[in-house]
């Protein structure tokens, strides 16, 4: 995982979105647009690791570090606060006011690809990017876990959009040579 990449995704979010996001939304929005940079030019953005959840794919370590509260976190966010969203428990994610960042870890296409993402999806509450998510048209890659966490290999994303299995396999080889 890059965490000035992750941190830099989940700055912009987070800032497009008035300052707060829960944090179910942000990694819907962070898979969404690491998927597509991964589609597109053959590189995810944050180069995190996936699982698959009850209510959709997360990038792992990202939500590790959010989770934790690490210092990097903590850096730019206020401290997660526990809440209700239409009947399910969620994180608030709040930036801190004088956080800012540049931007400058992401590339001119990944900013691009948080740009369309965000167009496609930012109007959505919680539950309609999870429900977003869990669509087999959509998210072809996500399967119902039953409460626990599944790996979601790199390959697996990449064959569920139409690459050919050897492709699939020489694209995750590659970008795991340089993880």
Same mark, same amino acid.
């Given at each position: 995982m890059d965490i000035e990449k992750s941190l830099d995704v &989940?700055? @912009?979010?987070?800032k497009r979105l008035g300052n707060k996001v829960t944090d179910v939304k942000l990694m819907k929005l962070m898979y969404f647009s690491d998927r597509k940079a991964l589609l597109e030019t053959g590189f995810p953005i944050t180069d995190d690791s @996936?699982?698959? &959840?009850?209510r959709g794919p997360i990038l792992s370590s990202t939500l590790e570090h959010l989770n934790s509260y690490s210092d990097e976190i903590a850096s730019l966010f206020e401290r997660p606060t526990l809440m209700q969203d239409e009947g399910y428990p969620v994180k608030e994610i709040r930036?801190?006011?004088l956080a800012d960042r540049s931007y400058e870890h992401l590339a001119e296409i990944e900013l691009s690809i948080l740009d369309s993402i965000f167009d496609e999806l930012s109007f959505m509450t919680t539950n309609e990017i999870v429900k977003h998510a869990h669509s087999d048209i959509v998210c072809p890659e996500w399967r119902f876990p039953h409460g626990t966490s599944i790996p979601l290999?790199?390959?697996n994303i990449? &064959?569920?959009?139409?690459?050919?299995k050897n492709e699939a396999k020489?694209?995750?080889q590659e970008i795991n040579y340089y993880r």
């Open positions: &989940m700055h @912009y979010f987070v @996936y699982c698959i &959840m009850n930036l801190k006011e290999p790199i390959e990449l &064959m569920h959009h139409g690459v050919e020489e694209i995750a």
